[in-house]
């Protein structure tokens, strides 16, 4: 029987069973560390088993970043490092002390938020990036409207959300008509908006930058958000650092000149987004399983074929779970 056409959608939801990150959290708890992790590394093979898409996306990547073609066992270190991931978040939630540090040549991230500003937080779905983005508020003294695509199975987020509520509100992308009213309300609340700029899935401004060897398509929405708020924009990634800590890399804000046109900013902020793309793939380079995108790589375009936007808007930003 069809189903009716006032049916609403089934939510998306992330890999896994619903009572899956409960259970990581519950055998955390009770099962001593060097049980615990070959049981984790036993439910990456598992899990690595039943997810061809996302192998075949992981081997796409590996083979570019590490300039060779990719064992069974390089795709599962990439997988690992991203239950990893996933496992120290589950542990903050649970009440793990965690803290973040600046890299050397990082700390004007530090140093533009204690002194009061805002700023749109940009980042990618790299290392610990997703941590900082709840720890920003805790460590820093700092409201944040973090920009999410809310799912199903999502308990992650919920636990950090709760956590820090005091600090961090979410923004839901996927409810494109209250966006721009709310991030409205939180800049004027006086708070950071927090996105992610490397999935293209709800961004509605795209652009060509290099990227392994390519021009690829990324989002370019937070710089025209930025814009029109006349708030700078702050491009960082988190990576591993020593037990209990999380380093922060970041690159010099961009902020638009008022003295310059629309098009002489776009092209500083363009610059801007391709300083922070080599930043990342050096770090990539040097990190090969950090980079948690298990889907289609950018997409590879002829310049003259990238569709130019229109200037109205944007009606949606990229972000992603």
Known sequence: MSEPASAKPLPARNPGPSWGYRFLRACDLVLPEVVFKPLRALGTWIALAGMPAQRRHSRTYLALVLDRKPTLVDVFRHFFAFEESLMLKLRVANGRPHCTVMYP???????????????????????????????????????????????????????????????????????????????????????????????????????????????????????????????????????????GESVLHGIPRWEANPALGRAENLAAARAHFQSFLFYVEKLLRAHPYLWFNFMELNPVVQESSVAQKSSSPPSGVAASH
């Open 105 to 243: 040549g990082s700390e004007h991230f530090r140093t533009y938020l204690n002194e009061g500003h805002c700023a749109f937080l940009g980042t990618f779905h790299i290392g610990r990036s997703d941590l900082m983005g709840f720890l920003l508020g805790p460590r820093e003294n700092h409201r944040v409207f973090m920009v999410r695509h809310r799912v199903a199975n999502s308990h992650d987020t919920e636990k950090l959300g709760a956590l820090f509520d005091q600090w961090l509100k979410f923004i839901w992308v996927n409810e494109p008509e209250n966006l721009l009213f709310a991030l409205k309300e939180a800049v004027a609340a006086g708070g950071s908006i927090a996105m992610k700029c490397d999935r293209l899935e709800f961004s509605s401004k795209t652009e060509a930058f290099e990227f392994f060897g390519a021009r690829r398509l990324f989002p370019f929405t937070i710089y025209h958000l930025a814009m029109i708020f006349r708030m700078p924009v702050l491009l960082s990634v988190g990576m591993p650092g020593k037990p």
